[in-house]
């Protein structure tokens, strides 16, 4: 293969991955059960590559960034964006006035849209 190939292919492979972008968090819904937690239903929408690029988690977060949650996704979703996952059972401390939720990609990390939300819902 000559050098002109070699460096073709690498910019093609370098440039799938980083053309994903990073997750985004595009829908959030809430409901609280009987005992007082929540469920917690995310819509992501990130361009799943391989299992080497995907959105592999997203998390319920304070305004001032404790981690309340966090839902691990275990595969990539090439072909079903956008996509949605549950998560319940999430006890939201009583004095939070607002809640973040925010998506994670294996490559680029955080930094795609994130929901904030006021708490609790009305």
């Not at 492979?13 to 053309?19: A, D, N, T, W």
């Not at 994903?20 to 829908?27: F, I, L, M, S």
């Not at 960034?65 to 966090?70: H, N, R, S, V």
Request: aromatic share 8%; charged share 20%; proline share 5%.
């Amino acid at each position: 293969m000559t050098r002109k190939k070699v460096l073709l292919l690498c910019l093609y492979i370098l440039s799938s991955r980083i053309m994903a972008g990073e997750a985004d968090v595009v829908a959030v819904n809430t409901q609280q059960a009987e005992n007082g937690s929540w469920s917690f239903q995310v819509t992501l929408k990130h361009a799943d590559t391989s299992w080497k690029h995907y959105a592999d988690h997203w998390e319920i977060l304070s305004a001032a960034g404790e981690i309340l949650a966090t839902r691990i996704l275990a595969h990539p979703h090439i072909n079903e964006q956008p996509f949605t996952r549950s998560l319940s059972g999430i006890n939201i401390p009583d004095k939070l006035e607002s809640i973040i939720i925010r998506a994670h990609d294996k490559v680029h990390g955080y930094g795609g849209k994130q929901i904030s939300l006021p708490w609790p819902p009305s």
